[in-house]
């Protein structure tokens, strides 16, 4: 093929569906704006539906809003909360094509950007003798395939501290690729520029909560005592807070921590369930009539209420719960599994579903590195996130490395039991659920993130499968 072959047809190029546009030229670039060791800069059209089509086209749209698409896929064949991807040879010459990318969001139209390049290209890649190559894709015409997806989680989040963030723009590219469409992001001082990663990251539809402790560092999360006078200045300091830092500074909602980080249930004769649950009550009440319908997140542990959730059921129903440390892996900080607790570990997780009646529930997964524990730097003030020089990401990326590559291996082996988890969830669960991962973007798209994200989006496929589909991605880092 010559690199005048291809064209984009889009019919808007607006909110979402641009960024979908950019990031579909963007990938498209590396394989046909360039002739191997030619120095002659082509550019490739971009062009409004309507506009003369070439011998190689590839359709991006709203199913609504296109006519082409329309006469090549059936409405009903698009899911209605997912994408379809269709490849095809072009009807007016067949020895070209037509790609089309079609959803019924924008965001789900973002996804079928993203599967075509880090799905179809590896796995239609055309084969020479013994090696598959993907740079060589379009080289030739394409395979003729039609696949969609559908999403069994509608909110799919990551958890990460602030500060460790070198590249938030990155970071944020990074989750949409992934289909994560949520980010809590903690601080202990809310960053200068965060109006502005809430901007960006609007841009690809993921909404942003901003995290800070109502009594997690103050109270204590392991050894103080949970005393009237501290409780008092932690609801104080609490709605404070929020007036003065967060209200108005754009955020999709709020998530807080506070003292349930710990492995006793009972603090000066008083059940922590009970305690917390009364003080969160009122904060809430006093944060909603500042902020009618904030959206609040309480990140709860299940080590010190597990066995009081009778406390934990008087909990506001609009206050929503995103559950951590229930069990083993996939709940576990690392991703080891002790198999003769899982089945305990997925009998607690039923109770969680069940739970007041069975909304507004989130659940964290975790065996993913986020910090090194052992060498925690805390905040010393207000800061930019995510505006690192490049060293510095250089820097993180290398002193974790052999962490990821360990990582990576006790996924391949223990991530099956993340799928019978979310196998579980989905025949369990009641209601809408938030589908958590703690851990990390930062430096790239690492395989534990990406089989994760892969699984939260759905479920249905075989472990090893999933683990094919993901690992041939040309975006995942493996050092």
């Known amino acids: 093929m010559k690199q005048t072959d291809w064209k984009i047809i889009y019919t808007d190029y607006s909110g979402i569906t641009k960024r979908a546009i950019n990031f579909l030229f963007k990938e498209m670039s590396a394989y046909v704006l360039r002739e191997p060791g030619v120095y002659k800069p082509y550019t490739m059209p971009c062009e409004k539906e309507g506009a003369e089509l070439f011998k190689n086209n590839i359709f991006i749209s709203l199913y609504s809003k296109s006519k082409i698409i329309q006469s090549f896929v059936k409405e ?6 997912g994408f379809l991807v269709k490849v095809m040879k072009n009807p007016n010459d067949e020895s070209g094509n037509y790609v089309i990318l079609t959803a019924h969001s924008e965001a789900q139209l973002y996804y079928s950007a993203v599967s075509f390049f880090d799905d179809y290209v590896p796995k239609y890649a055309p084969k020479y003798y013994s090696f598959l190559m993907p740079d060589c894709t379009f080289n030739h015409p394409l395979l003729e395939a039609c696949y969609s997806k559908e999403q069994d989680n509608e909110t799919r989040s990551i958890f990460t501290w602030g500060h460790s963030t070198n590249d938030y723009r990155l970071y944020i590219e990074n989750m949409a690729r992934l289909r994560l469409n949520e980010i809590v992001i903690w601080n202990e001082y809310i960053p200068l520029n965060m109006p502005d990663l809430i901007e960006y990251a609007h841009q690809f539809g993921i909404r942003v909560i901003l995290g800070y402790s109502w009594g997690w560092r103050e109270v204590g999360n392991r050894t103080n005592e949970i005393t009237n006078e501290n409780i008092q200045q932690t609801k104080e300091l609490a709605i404070s807070r929020y007036i003065n830092e ?14 349930t980080e ?4 009972v603090v000066g004769g008083k ?18 009539e500042i902020t009618p319908n904030l959206r609040i997140i309480f990140g709860l542990h299940a080590t010190s209420v597990k066995n009081h959730l009778d406390k934990i059921e008087k909990l506001h129903k609009d206050i929503e719960i995103l559950w951590e440390d229930c069990g083993e892996f996939p709940y576990d900080y690392y991703p080891y599994m002790r198999f003769d607790a899982f089945k305990e570990t997925l009998e607690f997780t039923e109770k969680l579903l069940k739970l007041r009646g069975g909304v507004n529930v989130g659940l964290v997964f975790k065996g993913v590195m986020m910090l090194d524990w ?6 010393q003030g207000p800061y930019l996130i995510g505006e690192n020089h490049e060293k510095v990401a250089k820097h993180d990326r290398q002193v974790r490395a052999n962490a990821w590559r360990e990582l990576s291996s006790q996924w391949l082996k223990n991530g099956n039991y993340v799928l019978e988890t979310l196998k579980f969830i989905k025949k369990n669960k009641l209601g809408k659920i938030n589908m958590c991962l703690a851990g990390t973007l930062d430096g790239g798209i690492y395989l534990p993130v990406a089989l994760c994200a892969e699984m939260f989006y759905n479920c249905d496929d075989e472990f090893g499968n999933v683990v094919k589909t993901v690992s041939t991605r040309d975006c995942i880092a493996y050092d």
């Open 76 to 81: 009903e064949d698009v899911p209605k909360n």
């Open 246 to 259: 967060y209200k108005n500074v754009g955020a999709d909602g709020i998530y807080f921590q506070t003292f």
């Open 262 to 265: 710990r492995n006793e249930e």
């Open 271 to 288: 059940l922590i369930s009970e305690i917390v649950t009364d003080m969160v009550n009122e904060i809430a009440s006093k944060l909603w």
């Open 374 to 379: 052992g060498n925690f730097a805390h905040q």
